[in-house]
């Protein structure tokens, strides 16, 4: 196994922060400060310090989180929380985010330290679907689902929306979607803007451009006061897990997410 492969899987770092360490001498191997990233090590035989303390090799760990809303999709930052933050100090080693997800977006979030995977999972000729559940200040009608199916423009380019499939689950008024609704926020007297309609659905898209679903019912008229991710590919958010917290993904869950 490459070296930089083998301390990536062992928590030191993400492969591009190994690499650095590697290049600035801080690793040996069997005792010999090596400074070549790609040098194949026998990871049963060969000895690896970094920062001379022997380094244990993990191997590939995958994990499915429940994102809350409020924290960023980030490894560390200085003033807010991020998706790390969740993870025990043990379980954080080496892993990344597969993909983001809005501050204020909830539900599927993978982590991994295996950078193929994350790579085959984010590649955009792979068309991944990811499903996601919205709840809109707004209406949907026929002709803005045959526009959001078809493609919308979203930003300033001229591209369109790769086709996406749309099902509306409800319609009612803010009063009815007052869990989705942060409701509080609004004054309850302001009755105009409680009367609003508001429609909930599930959006499924096939690329990964900021803020996409937002920006898309933003394009056909509605204002998503609420967005989850339910679903990447044939794997869905385990609703067994509560809000910030996560579990490994099961071995078949894995193969299917390999496998798009
Ligand atoms: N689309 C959005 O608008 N936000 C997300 O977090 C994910 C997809």
Redesign the pocket.
Known sequence: MRLDKFLAESGIGTRKDVRTYIKDGMVKVNGKVIIKPAIDIEENRDIILYLDKVVKHIGKVYYMFHKPKGCITARRDESQKTVLDYFSKENMKGIFHVG???K??EGLLLLTNDGEFEHGLMCPNKHVH?K?YFCALGSLDENDIKKLEEGVLIGKGKILTKPAKIKVEKIGTCEDFQEHMGIEKFSKKDLGLYRQPVVSGYLT?SE?R??????MLKAVGCF?VY?K?VSIGNVFLDETLEKGEYRFLTDSEVQMLSMM
Do not use: A, F, W
């Open positions: 983001r997800l809005d204020d977006t990811k996601y898209i990964g900021k803020h996409q679903v937002k920006r998503v967005l991710r």
